[in-house]
């Protein structure tokens, strides 16, 4: 089963990289870009029986490696 884990820092945590993109684009001439927030995709193809399982497992692979969860967010999305 293939997955996509989006992570993205939590509301509240600054995000210098997010910034710096941010004045980057405004340098470039693109007006009206304002709160750029920066993450990671992870793809990932699990081998499971069914979508609840490859779920459990994929968070328990955030919770310990992917994401750290002090000030970061995930989402999973299962794709068959």
């Known amino acids: 089963m293939n997955a996509r884990v989006f992570v993205t820092l ?5 995000d210098p990289q997010g910034k710096a993109i941010e004045g980057a684009l405004d340098s470039l001439g693109f007006d009206g870009v304002d709160a750029v927030r920066q993450g990671k995709i ?22 310990k490696l992917l994401a750290n969860t002090v000030i ?3 989402s ?3 794709q068959d």
């Open 76 to 78: 999973i999305e299962l």
């Open 10 to 14: 939590k509301n509240g945590v600054l």
């Open 42 to 63: 992870f793809d990932l193809k699990v081998q499971a029986t069914n979508r609840e399982e490859a779920e459990v497992e994929i968070a328990k692979m955030c919770e």
């Open 72 to 74: 970061e967010n995930y």
